[in-house]
C-alpha cells in the first residue's frame, strides 16, 4: 500500500511561484510514475506533470515552460516547482502514484490571485 503527503499549496499573486512536495512511502522501490492532478471548481481533473520511474517527463499545454517537475529517490519525493502562476491555476492539485493501480494524495490547494 502506497502513503502519499503532500505539502506546500497556498496563496500567491500572480506571477509568483510555488513548490509542491510529495513524499511516498510504503512499495516505493517499483513505482511506475508519479505526478500531478488539479482540479477547479466545476471542471475535471486534469493531469499536470508526470514523471516516469526512467525519468521521462510530460506536461499539460497549459504548464510548459512554467512549471517543472522533479524526483528525489533517495527521499521518495517528487516536486512541482510552479513559476509564473496565473489565477487559472487556482485548484486543489493531487499527487499520485501508480504502481498497477493509482495512489492519490490528500491533494493541496493553490489560489493565485489577480
Known amino acids: 500500500q502506497v502513503q502519499l503527503v503532500e505539502s506546500g499549496g497556498g496563496l500567491v499573486q500572480a506571477g509568483g511561484s510555488l513548490r509542491l512536495s510529495c513524499t511516498a512511502s510504503g512499495g516505493t522501490f517499483s513505482l511506475n510514475a508519479m505526478g500531478w492532478y488539479r482540479q477547479a471548481p466545476g471542471k475535471q481533473r486534469e493531469l499536470v506533470s508526470s514523471i516516469t520511474r526512467g525519468g521521462s517527463t510530460n506536461y499539460a499545454d497549459s504548464v510548459k515552460g512554467r512549471f517543472t517537475i522533479s524526483e528525489d529517490n533517495a527521499k521518495n519525493t517528487v516536486y512541482l516547482q510552479m513559476n509564473s502562476l496565473k489565477p487559472e491555476d487556482t485548484a486543489v492539485y493531487y499527487c499520485?502514484?501508480?504502481?498497477?493501480?493509482?495512489?492519490w494524495g490528500q491533494g493541496t490547494q493553490v489560489t493565485v490571485s489577480s
Open positions: 499520485y502514484a501508480y504502481l498497477w493501480t493509482t495512489y
